[in-house]
């Protein structure tokens, strides 16, 4: 009756909720019957708590449904279903769906879970005409591997809102509502696609709730206390988490100790526990546009393992003694015990840079010049300077991109990359380079090495950059790096710079995890490793149980089991960076949707046999030109020359080329921006007679292309031209 009592009869959410027992149930579909509105009745098992939650959430901030969810015995779930059915039908509304259980959404997702036609036929059969669905009664039974299991038992906690969502999108007119169901579908997708999980299951949320969060005398004993020592954190304004801490003090004239303190995560998560196995699995966070989807639960992320102000947090610190030239004079790790003084945003502690003024100004100055000094030596030791613009989108209280804004880095970021850099450079070191009775040992470790440059790629590079007029001379060692830091530095504030800038990163190696140690090329560093996030990544928990295990004179772990974990590892975090990559791509098309038919100047950033892709000067946000759309000629990609020419007139465009462009298509569901070029003075001095859309000739020549197997003649590019 209370419930019944909140819904005001015009058109907003009606709740009914019972415990599924039969005078409950009668109750409810009696209620139902008085319902205005097209019904959605919610039908779930106690065993999908994440979705049934999604679902009340769901409704309640629409405004848009109704709910019934039966929980009990199937006798009382039937009578649920059938009475509700029949409310329904005496209430004339006919525009309902009733969803039963899991079933529904795993029907859809056999195929992709890798099950045999049999096996897909027999699981159908049974779950055919069942008002209740349990996977794993279902899996016993049939004779499938571990791994497709496994898989299966994760479909429904992957796909389960999104016909959710589907049924709230259809109740509501509600634009706000509309929108931001929308939103929620596209991010789901974007997850399901990529196999990421929305939520925790449960006994992980309940793991995570049972570790107790008081420090013991037995912490304290163990620990090297740092409470007293000045200590604070920088990090993003928006930031949840703040997993690290510097503490500097003065020891001497011009020495200093420097602490960088990382939350202690492994001291609450042990290994193969429900909530290890989960970090595990998941590999890392995955931060999308609007939202985080962590590797850990709250509990610990965003309290246990935050190293927020004025509270006392347990660490796994790195310890260092420098001098004013940032020399490490001796180091020291190990677990403490901290208490942050201060929280810093970047924006703060750069005002403290650039004024000297503010709270704990000598320390955050201290550490600032030491920070500029270690980068000045690994770039003078042949790191490379990759800085490239990264645009974040501002988003309104719906996930609408409001617009488009560039992260700057600063002397505030670069302090605490730099101190960051110095810890997990050290700890690979010390766990790497071991020595007894003044001979090397070997042990297991996990590294983030970076290949050399693979040749062909630079070859390429180099060959697309002389079309601007720069010269890469180097071909292989470090003599690479230091050219590409000449070159990048060339290149900045030019029209050119984000181009060369994003070709420079594809020219290079990807880094990974690996238990074979081969250096990091880009930081110059011969031993590395990823101490510093083990909230956020799953081989920095890894790294802090084999440096504790080493500190405490174990053995060597086994190498087998930590390079099979270090493959998962990278292979999460490619699946991550496409999800964040996908999620960017959704908000661009979101935001250009109301900018169809506009123009945009922009350059040619890449290039495929169907069409040219344009970044845009203004917000770099990228679409494709079809080449089959270009109607003044017949367009064909040269994948050698990299450069799309047209077979009758003799037009050329390559990477870098300024164009203009309209916005022709945003699609959401597809994540495509649909660009057409445009004409222009300069286009139609070329060619008196193009017909349809041509954009701003970089450059004509006088081109020979036969068809296949034929051979192609170049007489050179038309006078003036910088290639």
Same mark, same amino acid.
């Given at each position: 009756?209370?419930? &019944?009592?909140?819904?005001?009869?015009?058109?907003?959410?009606?709740?009914?909720?019972?415990?599924?027992?039969?005078?409950?149930? !009668?109750?409810?579909?009696?209620?139902?019957?008085?319902?205005?509105?097209?019904?959605?009745?919610?039908?779930?098992?106690?065993?999908?708590?994440?979705?049934?939650?999604?679902?009340?959430?769901?409704?309640?901030?629409?405004?848009?449904?109704?709910?019934?969810?039966?929980?009990?015995?199937?006798?009382?779930?039937?009578?649920?279903?059938?009475?509700?059915?029949?409310?329904?039908?005496?209430?004339?509304?006919?525009?309902?769906?009733?969803?039963?259980?899991?079933?529904?959404?795993?029907?859809?997702?056999?195929?992709?879970?890798?099950?045999?036609?049999?096996?897909?036929?027999?699981?159908?059969?049974?779950?055919?005409?069942?008002?209740?669905?349990?996977?794993?009664?279902?899996?016993?039974?049939?004779?499938?591997?571990?791994?497709?299991?496994?898989?299966?038992?994760?479909?429904?906690?992957?796909?389960?809102?999104?016909?959710?969502?589907?049924?709230?999108?259809?109740?509501?007119?509600?634009?706000?509502?509309?929108?931001?169901?929308?939103?929620?579908?596209?991010?789901?997708?974007?997850?399901?696609?990529?196999?990421?999980?929305?939520?925790?299951? =449960?006994?992980?949320?309940?793991?995570?709730?049972?570790?107790?969060?008081?420090?013991?005398?037995?912490?304290?004993?163990?620990?090297?206390?740092?409470?007293?020592?000045?200590?604070?954190?920088?990090?993003?304004?928006?930031?949840?988490?703040?997993?690290?801490?510097?503490?500097?003090?003065?020891?001497?004239?011009?020495?200093?100790?420097?602490?960088?303190?990382?939350?202690?995560?492994?001291?609450?998560?042990?290994?193969?526990?429900?909530?290890?196995?989960?970090?595990?699995?998941?590999?890392?966070?995955?931060?999308?546009?609007?939202?985080?989807?962590?590797?850990?639960?709250?509990?610990?992320?965003?309290?246990?393992?935050?190293?927020?102000?004025?509270?006392?947090?347990?660490?796994?610190?790195?310890?260092?003694?420098?001098?004013?030239?940032?020399?490490?004079?001796?180091?020291?790790?190990? !677990?403490?015990?901290?208490?942050?003084?201060?929280?810093?945003?970047?924006?703060?502690?750069?005002?403290?840079?650039?004024?000297?003024?503010?709270?704990?100004?000598?320390?955050?100055?201290?550490?600032?010049?030491?920070?500029?000094?270690?980068?000045?030596?690994?770039?003078?030791?042949?790191?490379?300077?990759?800085?490239?613009?990264?645009?974040?989108?501002?988003?309104?209280?719906?996930?609408?991109?409001?617009?488009?804004?560039?992260?700057? =880095?600063?002397?505030?970021?670069?302090?605490?990359?730099?101190?960051?850099?110095?810890?997990?450079?050290?700890?690979?070191?010390?766990?790497?380079?071991?020595?007894?009775?003044?001979?090397?040992?070997?042990?297991?470790?996990?590294?983030?090495?970076?290949?050399?440059?693979?040749?062909?790629?630079?070859?390429?590079?180099?060959?697309?950059?002389?079309?601007?007029?720069?010269?890469?001379?180097?071909?292989?060692?470090?003599?690479?790096?230091?050219?590409?830091?000449?070159?990048?530095?060339?290149?900045?504030?030019?029209?050119?710079?984000?181009?060369?800038?994003?070709?420079?990163?594809?020219?290079?190696?990807?880094?990974?995890?690996?238990?074979?140690?081969?250096?990091?090329?880009?930081?110059?560093?011969?031993?590395?490793?990823?101490?510093?996030?083990?909230?956020?990544?799953?081989?920095?928990?890894?790294?802090?149980?084999?440096?504790?295990?080493?500190?405490?004179?174990?053995?060597?772990?086994? !190498?087998?089991?930590?390079?099979?974990?270090?493959?998962?590892?990278?292979?999460?975090?490619?699946?991550?960076?496409?999800?964040?990559?996908?999620?960017?791509?959704?908000?661009?098309?979101?935001?250009?949707?109301?900018?169809?038919?506009?123009?945009?100047?922009?350059?040619?950033?890449?290039?495929?046999? &169907?069409?040219?892709?344009?970044?845009?000067?203004?917000?770099?946000?990228?679409?494709?030109?079809?080449?089959?759309?270009?109607?003044?000629?017949?367009?064909?990609?040269?994948?050698?020359?990299?450069?799309?020419?047209?077979?009758?007139?003799?037009?050329?465009?390559?990477?870098?080329?300024?164009?203009?462009?309209?916005?022709?298509?945003?699609?959401?569901?597809?994540?495509?921006?649909?660009?057409?070029?445009?004409?222009?003075?300069?286009?139609?001095?070329?060619?008196?007679?193009?017909?349809?859309?041509?954009?701003?000739?970089?450059?004509?020549?006088?081109?020979?292309?036969?068809?296949?197997?034929?051979?192609?003649? !170049?007489?050179?590019?038309?006078?003036?031209?910088?290639?």
């Amino acid at each position: 009756e209370d419930v &019944w009592k909140t819904f005001d009869g015009a058109g907003r959410i009606l709740a009914v909720r019972t415990d599924s027992t039969i005078p409950a149930a !009668r109750m409810a579909a009696g209620r139902l019957a008085e319902a205005p509105l097209p019904l959605r009745l919610c039908y779930l098992q106690s065993a999908t708590k994440t979705l049934t939650s999604t679902s009340s959430l769901l409704c309640e901030e629409t405004q848009c449904g109704v709910e019934l969810m039966g929980e009990a015995s199937p006798e009382a779930d039937a009578e649920v279903i059938a009475l509700a059915v029949k409310a329904c039908e005496d209430a004339g509304l006919r525009d309902f769906q009733m969803e039963l259980g899991q079933a529904q959404f795993v029907a859809g997702f056999l195929q992709e879970a890798g099950l045999t036609e049999e096996q897909s036929t027999t699981l159908r059969g049974m779950i055919e005409g069942k008002n209740t669905f349990d996977m794993q009664l279902y899996l016993d039974k049939l004779d499938i591997s571990a791994d497709v299991a496994a898989r299966l038992m994760r479909l429904p906690r992957l796909y389960g809102d999104m016909s959710i969502l589907d049924e709230a999108d259809a109740l509501t007119s509600h634009p706000l509502c509309r929108s931001a169901i929308a939103n929620l579908r596209q991010i789901i997708a974007i997850l399901a696609e990529y196999g990421l999980p929305y939520h925790f299951e =449960q006994k992980v949320e309940d793991a995570a709730q049972a570790i107790p969060s008081t420090i013991t005398k037995a912490d304290y004993a163990a620990r090297r206390d740092f409470r007293k020592i000045t200590t604070f954190t920088i990090d993003p304004a928006d930031a949840k988490d703040f997993d690290d801490a510097l503490s500097i003090r003065k020891i001497e004239d011009g020495v200093w100790e420097v602490g960088v303190h990382i939350a202690d995560v492994t001291h609450y998560v042990q290994p193969r526990s429900v909530i290890d196995t989960e970090a595990e699995e998941r590999g890392t966070s995955v931060y999308l546009v609007d939202r985080t989807i962590p590797m850990l639960p709250e509990k610990l992320s965003n309290e246990l393992c935050s190293l927020r102000p004025d509270e006392e947090s347990l660490c796994f610190s790195a310890v260092f003694t420098l001098n004013e030239e940032a020399e490490v004079l001796d180091k020291w790790f190990g !677990r403490t015990v901290i208490l942050s003084d201060r929280r810093f945003t970047y924006e703060e502690a750069q005002q403290i840079i650039e004024t000297g003024k503010g709270d704990f100004a000598e320390e955050v100055l201290t550490l600032n010049r030491l920070a500029q000094r270690m980068r000045k030596t690994r770039f003078k030791r042949g790191a490379v300077s990759f800085q490239r613009e990264e645009a974040k989108f501002k988003l309104d209280a719906e996930g609408k991109p409001l617009g488009v804004y560039f992260k700057e =880095q600063k002397e505030a970021n670069q302090l605490i990359e730099e101190f960051m850099l110095l810890a997990n450079k050290q700890v690979a070191e010390f766990c790497g380079h071991h020595k007894v009775n003044g001979r090397a040992v070997r042990r297991t470790m996990v590294y983030r090495v970076h290949d050399v440059p693979n040749e062909e790629k630079l070859e390429k590079f180099r060959t697309f950059v002389l079309r601007f007029g720069y010269v890469f001379k180097a071909d292989k060692g470090r003599a690479v790096a230091k050219e590409m830091n000449k070159l990048l530095g060339q290149a900045k504030g030019r029209i050119e710079e984000n181009v060369i800038s994003n070709l420079a990163v594809r020219a290079m190696s990807k880094a990974f995890y690996s238990t074979d140690n081969i250096g990091h090329y880009g930081l110059a560093f011969p031993y590395y490793t990823h101490f510093t996030s083990p909230i956020r990544r799953y081989p920095d928990m890894m790294v802090h149980r084999l440096l504790a295990r080493y500190l405490e004179g174990g053995k060597s772990a086994d !190498r087998d089991t930590f390079e099979k974990l270090c493959v998962h590892a990278s292979e999460r975090e490619v699946i991550a960076a496409e999800a964040e990559r996908a999620s960017i791509k959704y908000k661009m098309v979101e935001f250009m949707q109301d900018k169809i038919g506009q123009f945009f100047d922009g350059h040619i950033s890449g290039m495929s046999d &169907w069409g040219m892709y344009v970044e845009l000067d203004e917000t770099h946000i990228e679409g494709m030109v079809s080449l089959r759309e270009m109607e003044d000629d017949l367009y064909q990609f040269d994948e050698n020359r990299y450069e799309v020419y047209g077979r009758r007139k003799g037009r050329v465009f390559t990477l870098g080329d300024a164009v203009r462009i309209r916005v022709k298509r945003a699609d959401l569901q597809r994540r495509q921006l649909d660009f057409e070029l445009v004409h222009d003075a300069a286009a139609d001095s070329c060619e008196d007679d193009v017909k349809g859309h041509a954009a701003i000739p970089v450059r004509r020549q006088s081109t020979s292309r036969p068809g296949k197997g034929g051979k192609t003649s !170049r007489k050179g590019s038309k006078k003036g031209s910088k290639r």
